[in-house]
Antibody
């Protein structure tokens, strides 16, 4: 069974930093691109970032470019999101998501339970 | 960036009825890379439909997707009580960002 378990969320002041983790199990993690998607409570889904299978290619939404860094440790089956210079607008539940296929365009058939990040003074 | 507009914002129906949800894209979605997700309160989204019309694993056949280009539809043929939720469309055919619609709330 595919499992994605996020952690690392919490309350942080504006301008602060936080690192999210997503531990994967039940599939060959090192073969898949992985993504982060966020959702303001009560609002819609927003794609944040992606990373390829070996970590050499990363892409970001314009809203987080230059502030967030996605990375992975395939030996630990773990995906990360380092978030710096946090703003109130970054407050959201952050999900890690796995595409349905190893190769090809990403529709997401596996999601973590999400971790809540709250940016407030 | 492709903008997806879902309608209606809220759909009020009863169990046993048919639901039709719309998703319109600001430009053509390549190769029909359009997905539909269901989300219930406090839960992560669940993939229902990919490639505009293919059901994901384990999804009941009362869920169906159709459309191409800029106009897509999710149909639930006979609503069950557990189908009342928020539904999102997502395009994933072009380069990132992979955008989502704003959602349609299906309520009793």
């Amino acid at each position: 069974e595919v499992q994605l378990v996020e952690s690392g969320g919490g309350l942080v002041q504006p301008g602060g930093s936080l690192r999210l983790s997503c531990v994967a199990s039940g599939f060959t993690f090192r073969s898949y691109w992985m993504h982060w998607v966020r959702q303001v409570p009560g609002k819609g889904l927003v794609w944040v970032s992606r990373i390829n299978s070996d970590g050499s290619i990363t892409t970001y939404a314009d809203s987080v470019k230059g502030r967030f860094t996605i990375s992975r440790d395939n030996a630990k089956n773990t995906l990360y999101l380092q978030m710096n210079s946090l703003r109130a607008g970054d407050t959201a539940v952050y999900y890690c998501a796995r595409p349905r296929l190893v190769v090809g365009a990403p529709d997401f058939d596996s999601w973590g339970q999400g971790t809540l990040v709250t940016v407030s003074s | 960036e492709i903008v997806l507009t879902q309608s209606p914002g809220t759909l009020s129906l009863s169990p046993g009825e048919r639901a039709t949800l719309s998703c319109r894209a600001s430009q053509s979605v390549s190769s029909s890379y359009l997905a539909w997700y269901q989300q219930k309160p406090g839960q992560a989204p669940r993939l229902l439909i990919y490639g505009a019309s293919s059901r994901a694993t384990g999804i009941p056949d009362r869920f169906s997707g159709s459309g191409s280009g800029t106009d897509f539809t999710l149909t639930v043929s006979r609503l069950e009580p557990e189908d009342f939720a928020v539904y999102y469309c997502q395009q994933y055919g072009s380069s990132p960002p992979y955008t989502f619609g704003q959602g349609t709330k299906l309520e009793i």
